[in-house]
């Protein structure tokens, strides 16, 4: 009787779905409170600032002198607030690059601001930035590097004692730290208190590791330790910000260390990996670390700040932007605008979650027939429930059905990570007719969330399908958006040979021009493909977004004589094209025993000219920028009058285009001298060369 009571009871329970069903096993590795806490944060700043901002460096060598750390408006609640503005929920500072110099007075060393004129050298930097963390609700963390190139006792276990006691201080007076850096870059040539010497180190075993986590979990419990292999947060192998497409947070971390030369697997993790170690992708809004004036035309765009979003929030990353504070030790204007209109974009590319108006989420497998389990729980907003299916139940997937057809490009995606990452590979497909249905995406790794960036997509339902998995899938989230489209101003280029190529960065926006100097409209020609413009023109395009009607602001290039009869005539090399390709980022190196050092070109026929333009090396680093110069023309090539002589005027600072005009003269071929450069050596670099007709 008993027997068939319970029977009932079971049966009846089943019924109406309010049995209880055994949630799945972890998979393991599974994250720890913090580790997920940080995979929340999504994104964070990188702080670095130091005597290299004020020696033009990114490897100080240990031997700048404190005194030049100067900086004459610093105020580090600007920093907060530009990057509280940009979304960002925490900032980690190089309290210590590579030079040694200690934004903090430490008492071991005479190498800190404590030696600058920088507050009457009472200044305390870390406590500065860390109080206005707290100020603005900001995590605070610390950068200490490990390779000191001030020390003199550097590469001797003293050192390693030294290290710690730095360690100690920034992890007892400053507060609660949320991470703490260790960069795997170290050993090397350095100044070493007067030594100036190489001193190698093993990676592996010089620094002692265990003790010094040891430390850092004795002193800071909740903070995060990061290197390239953790223990806590590992690098994600490169620094342009690009997290794996396929990324496990799991990681074989006793087979790496900082400095590891395996470094590439670091970007997709280990599947197999037996130790959570999630990927963190940092990258600089400008091409270097540390501030250069050099590079302030340089910073991150819009379009590539996107990028870096959606490889690394969208790809199971947290991200960590450095922000290199400039000389005034300010965030830089042109920095700080970039970043907010990063996050005003991301907020309006996931603005509203189409998801939510779905008619139906059905799944084709529900853990126990649970409701508790069931395909409406990656749509409840409640990341403490997820859709499963039973165990052994490695593949399934979700329909979501739609009364009306909508358009998305979005598709947003979280696994619940506190029962382990799990899908191996996942497909997105669309119904395109009855029955009928169109692969769109198939990809691997979810994790805690992947984002997946769409052509515009029309459709009434879409299947989600996990085709692997290391065991039943769990998926706590699930999100559909219809981005706008990015509208940049088209960027205009102009070949050799004349063909004129117009691009902007979003995918499906329209590209309209004109030819005669008149504002493009959306009536004006529409941009199909390169074109060619052989005479002088002032090229005007516009990008339009025919779903939004809304319109970039206008480029206007003005295009000179077309350059496919020129010749360069000093030169065999087949590198000098680069010279007159229409491609900014390719350059022309010319190296000599001395200056002057001359470019010469045969125009192919004669014209009118009134002056030339330059562009120098667009990459890092200062190669060949030419600074003083001498301009010649000449009708037959072998006579030459000088028509313009002089400097490019601070293009060390700002290497952009440099024009120089004249009365206009008769010229066959033209001649620029490169007479010194700005690193005072032999050499001389060209990204373009164009000159001015009448
Ligand atoms: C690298 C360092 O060498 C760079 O200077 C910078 O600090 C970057 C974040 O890490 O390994």
């Not at 500072?93 to 920088?118: I, Q």
């Not at 590891?260 to 170690?277: A, F, S």
């Not at 309006?348 to 998801?355: G, I, R, V």
């Not at 025993?593 to 200062?622: A, S």
Request: glycine share 8%; aromatic share 12%.
């Amino acid at each position: 009787m008993l027997q068939k009571l319970i029977f009932a009871f079971i049966a009846v329970a089943a019924l109406c779905g309010c049995a209880k069903v055994e949630p799945p096993k972890p998979v393991l590795p599974v994250p720890s409170e913090a580790q997920l806490k940080w995979n929340e944060m999504e994104r964070n700043a990188f702080i670095h600032f130091g005597l290299n901002t004020f020696n033009d460096m990114e490897w100080g060598y240990g031997d700048s002198p404190a005194s030049t750390f100067n900086p004459s408006e610093l105020d580090a609640e600007q920093w907060c607030k530009v990057i509280k503005a940009a979304g960002l929920k925490g900032i980690v500072l190089t309290c210590k690059h590579h030079d040694g110099f200690c934004l903090w007075p430490f008492e071991g060393t005479e190498y800190s601001v404590k030696n600058s004129p920088w507050r009457g050298g009472k200044g305390d930097l870390v406590r500065e930035v860390s109080d206005a963390c707290k100020k603005y609700g900001l995590k605070f963390g610390v950068y200490l590097s490990p390779w000191d190139r001030n020390c003199a006792f550097y590469g001797t276990p003293k050192y390693i004692e030294y290290f710690r006691t730095q360690l100690t201080d920034l992890l007892t007076n400053y507060g609660e730290i949320f991470e703490v850096w260790f960069d795997g870059a170290n050993g090397g040539t350095g100044y070493y208190g007067g030594a100036n010497e190489k001193r190698s180190v093993d990676r592996k075993t010089y620094y002692n590791w265990p003790t010094t986590i040891e430390l850092v979990r004795k002193l800071q419990p909740n903070a995060l330790i990061f290197s390239d292999a953790g223990p806590d947060v590992r690098w994600c192998g490169n620094e342009s910000g690009v997290g794996g497409k396929t990324n496990w947070s799991t990681l074989r971390r006793d087979e790496a260390w900082p400095g590891w030369p395996r470094y590439k697997e670091l970007n997709p993790g280990h599947e197999d990996g037996n130790y959570w170690v999630p990927a963190e992708i940092n990258t600089s809004v400008r091409p270097g670390w540390f501030y250069h004036k050099s590079e302030d035309h340089k910073v991150k765009d819009l379009p590539r700040l996107m990028d870096y979003y959606y490889e690394s929030v969208g790809r199971n990353g947290t991200g960590l932007l450095n922000f290199p504070i400039d000389d005034r030790g300010l965030v830089h204007e042109i920095d700080a605008a970039n970043v907010i209109e990063w996050q005003k974009t991301i907020e309006a590319d996931l603005a509203e979650n189409l998801l939510l108006n779905a008619k139906s989420v059905e799944a084709s497998n529900v853990r126990g027939n649970a409701g508790q389990y069931n395909a409406q729980k990656t749509n409840d907003r409640d990341k403490e429930t997820y859709w499963a299916t039973d165990d052994g139940v490695n593949k399934g997937n979700i329909v979501i059905e739609f009364n009306e057809a909508i358009t998305f490009n979005r598709f947003l995606i979280q696994e619940y990570i506190k029962l382990g990452q799990r899908v191996k590979a996942f497909t997105l497909e669309v119904e395109t007719g009855s029955g009928k249905w169109s692969e769109i995406a198939s990809e691997t790794t979810i994790g805690y969330k992947r984002i997946l960036r769409l052509p515009n997509t029309t459709t009434k339902k879409i299947r989600f399908t996990v085709t692997d998995a290391k065991a039943c899938p769990t998926i706590s989230n699930i999100e559909l958006y219809n981005a706008p489209q990015l509208l940049t101003s088209p960027v205009i280029t102009r070949n050799k040979q004349g063909m004129v190529s117009l691009s902007s960065a979003g995918d499906e926006v329209a590209i309209y021009y004109t030819l005669d100097g008149s504002k493009p409209t959306s009536s004006s020609k529409r941009y199909n493909g390169p074109f060619k413009v052989t005479n002088k023109a002032v090229i005007k395009a516009l990008a339009f977004d025919p779903s939004t009607q809304r319109e970039s602001s206008t480029t206007s290039e003005a295009m000179d004589i077309c350059r496919a009869k020129w010749t360069i005539k000093n030169t065999k090399d087949k590198r000098s094209n680069s010279v007159l390709d229409g491609n900014i980022n390719s350059t022309w190196i010319q190296n000599a025993k001395k200056m002057p050092l001359d470019l010469v070109i045969d125009l192919g026929e004669t014209h009118q000219v009134e002056g030339f333009r330059y562009l120098p090396d667009q990459g890092r680093g200062t190669r060949g920028i030419i600074f003083n110069y001498k301009f010649y023309t000449s009708t037959n090539g072998k006579n030459w009058t000088v028509q313009s002589a002089g400097e490019f005027s601070n293009i060390q600072n700002h290497p952009v285009w440099q024009k120089k005009t004249f009365s206009p003269v008769k010229a066959r071929f033209v001649k620029l001298r490169a007479m010194s450069n700005t690193a005072s050596n032999n050499m001389a670099a060209y990204a373009e060369f164009d000159i001015v007709t009448k």
